[in-house]
């Protein structure tokens, strides 16, 4: 009998850490996208954006959105999808394709797999597309590769999803899953954002303008 009130009161007190543990998060969830909230503003102000309050009930976010440096920039937190996205310029072309996600498809004709240099980037990005020119160009740009393997050791550990994708597709960033309420990363410190957008939309001109330049 003793042995069963024991084992009783293991149970018990198993399920009290785990609620325990349950409350913690979703209270660390909730001081997260309320800290969200209040810096968007500010964040949009920096970055010489547009801030909308929500007009939806139980969003509490509001939206970002604007031009930023030729590119339309809109960051929705409460978009499960795509919290982040930054569309390509119209005036150029981007000759990369690459995501943290694995590929489902071969690259597309004309395109290869970018040959291995650094494996932070490696790891980072499982899908690393790029046109048949601009793989073959960057072996003799020291300069890019350096500049894509720092981002990758900059922003790898902090990015649950990265896709850029060139042609007519746009640059979108989400960084962890903003529908999941069980995410604990699901909203960023706005101040990781006003660093990561000018670091990511750096890496994008450079590698357009490498693009653009004619082969050495």
Request: proline letters at 6%.
């Amino acid at each position: 009998m003793n042995a069963e009130w024991i084992i009783i009161g293991i149970i018990l007190g198993i399920g009290a850490l785990v609620a325990g543990g349950v409350v913690m998060h979703l209270m660390r969830c909730r001081r997260a996208r309320l800290r969200c909230a209040l810096e968007l503003p500010g964040l949009a102000e920096a970055l010489g954006l547009t801030y909308t309050q929500s007009r939806t009930i139980g969003q509490i976010m509001g939206s970002v959105s604007g031009t930023y440096r030729g590119r339309q920039l809109e960051i929705d937190p409460d978009s499960g999808r795509h919290p982040l996205e930054i569309s390509r310029r119209r005036d150029r072309v981007s000759p990369i394709d690459l995501d943290t996600r694995q590929p489902r498809l071969h690259p597309e004709p004309g395109w290869v797999v970018l040959p291995s240099f650094d494996p932070a980037f490696d790891k980072l990005f499982k899908k690393r597309y790029a046109s048949a020119a601009f793989a073959e160009m960057l072996s003799a740009r020291p300069e890019l590769t350096e500049a894509l393997s720092g981002f990758a050791r900059r922003w790898g550990s902090r990015i649950s999803h990265l896709g850029i994708s060139g042609g007519s597709a746009s640059f979108r960033l989400k960084i962890g899953a903003l529908s999941d309420t069980w995410n604990e990363d699901m909203w960023q410190p706005v101040d990781e954002l006003q660093a990561f957008i000018p670091d990511l939309v750096n890496l994008l001109e450079l590698v357009e303008q490498h693009a653009s330049e004619p082969a050495r």
